[in-house]
């Protein structure tokens, strides 16, 4: 009995040793060793970057296969998945590492070292300039009937698009981009990136990231009605109060004004000496006066 327990804890010994090493090797080969939800980056080696025709006819089985993985995922594991990658990835970096409040240019960093990311799932936040949608292929296998591809621009991306390819996005925007919008903010997509894509620009071919998603998300900043109501009225308020205010102190002004006027005007009036004016017309009446004229003596009179 003492024999078969010594040699069943021996097994389990040699068992913990095996997945120890086991789990040993991957962390060594994969520092983000992937969540359950995420796929293994060897998925994508066959996958051909910067190939020009968009997807390859080879490719078109994993690009179906990658859609549906997500739409089966939930978004909140992806997105947890993704923060999870994102941590890893800035500790792999000193400047980022050493600075923990410097945001990470997660477009950029995408961008410049895409093999890092093959596998991974990755979230984006920026503005949508382009956004259709289109029929998936008839022989994909997984049932996805719409496929909808939006150009998306982030802070750190400059004037180079992200090209997201999703099955799911909000009602309002089944259509495309709202009428009369060119452009929506506030967008959120978290996805794998598939491969880089090279698109026909004006002057040349370039290259944009393309991400596989399960949904776009979009949060429009809402305008609280009341509050806006509540802030004109304060606002018509202040304005009434305001001119209120300069009309009383304009008519104070020219109430003080009309004061100082008539309290001059009886200043000089008592700085005037009438007497000295009454003596000077007498004597003026006096010069005037017609002298008596006398008769020469022996004159008749």
């Known amino acids: 009995m003492l024999s078969y327990i010594r040699n069943w804890g021996v097994a389990v010994c040699l068992a913990a040793m095996v997945l120890q090493a086991a789990f040993a090797d991957e962390s060594q080969t994969d520092p983000f060793r992937p ?15 910067k190939a020009f025709g968009g997807i390859l006819e080879e ?30 990835r800035r500790s792999e970096m000193k400047l980022y590492r050493e600075h923990p409040e410097r945001e990470f240019p997660v477009f950029l960093d995408l961008f410049k070292n ?9 979230t984006l936040t920026g503005r949508v300039r ?23 621009f982030t802070d750190d991306s400059q004037q180079n698009p992200t090209v997201v390819i999703c099955t799911e996005v909000p009602p309002a925007l089944k259509d495309g981009l709202p009428d009369g919008t060119d452009v929506i903010d506030h967008v959120t997509v978290t996805g794998y990136l598939f491969k880089m894509y090279v698109y026909n620009a004006q002057d040349t071919s370039r290259v944009a990231p393309l991400i596989l998603a399960k949904q776009l998300e979009w949060n429009p900043r809402t ?10 009225q304060i606002l018509a308020g202040t304005l009434i109060i305001l001119i209120a205010g ?19 005007l009886q200043k000089n009036e008592e700085q005037v000496d009438f007497s000295q004016l009454d003596s000077q017309s007498e004597k ?12 020469p003596a022996g004159s008749d009179q």
């Open 35 to 49: 969540f359950p939800d995420q796929l293994a980056p060897s998925l994508f080696n066959e996958v051909e970057d």
């Open 59 to 88: 490719e078109k089985a994993l690009y179906y296969y990658v859609l549906k993985h997500l739409q089966e995922t939930s978004l909140a594991d992806q997105k947890q998945a993704a923060e999870f990658n994102l941590q890893q």
């Open 114 to 122: 895409s093999d890092r990311y093959k596998g991974r799932l990755v």
């Open 130 to 152: 382009k956004l259709i949608h289109y029929p998936a292929a008839d022989d994909n296998q997984y049932g996805i009937k719409t496929l909808y591809e939006a150009w998306m």
């Open 223 to 232: 305008v609280d009605e009341q509050g806006s109501r509540l802030f004109s």
């Open 246 to 264: 300069i009309a009383i102190a304009i008519w104070k002004a020219s109430q003080r004004d009309k004061r100082f006027r008539e309290k001059r």
């Open 284 to 295: 003026t009446a006096s010069e005037t006066k017609t002298p008596d004229i006398k008769p």
